[in-house]
């Protein structure tokens, strides 16, 4: 059950932070496999200036840059992950996002660390 967050350029369209969206989605579901029904997500559209990157850090060329956090379930090996990060970054590239202004990083706990609301703290 990942929740992602998404901050984004409040430049981006609304339309298109919705394509990101759904892009990154589809991107968690063929990575590792969780089911299309999970999706639980916050966009963030930040102003001008609050979003730094270096430009061309570890090699890149970022301009525009998407960060990406995931925060899930601890249950997915080192060749999935590899795998969503893949996913993920193809999908969006589909819907203009450079490669290289693609920036995901994952936060995992526990099963016993969410309380989803809908089945309640059993």
């Known amino acids: 059950m990942p929740l992602v967050t998404v901050e984004i350029s409040e430049?981006?369209?609304?339309?298109?932070?919705?394509?990101?969206?759904?892009?990154?989605?589809?991107?968690?579901?063929?990575?590792l496999g969780?089911?299309?029904a999970d999706r639980f997500q916050v966009i963030h559209p930040l102003p001008d200036g609050h979003i730094i990157a270096d430009p061309s850090y570890l090699g890149g060329e970022r301009r525009n840059v998407v960060y990406i956090r995931v925060q899930m379930v601890r249950m997915y090996d080192k060749a999935a992950k590899t795998q969503m990060f893949a996913a993920v970054a193809a999908r969006l590239?589909?819907?203009?996002?450079?490669p290289d202004d693609v920036f995901i990083v994952i936060t995992e706990n526990t099963l016993e660390d969410w309380y989803p609301g809908a089945r309640g703290a059993r």
Request: aromatic residues 4%.
């Open 11 to 31: 430049s981006v369209p609304v339309e298109t932070r919705r394509r990101y969206a759904d892009a990154i989605h589809e991107g968690l579901v063929e990575g």
């Open 34 to 36: 969780m089911d299309a």
């Open 93 to 98: 590239e589909a819907e203009g996002v450079r």
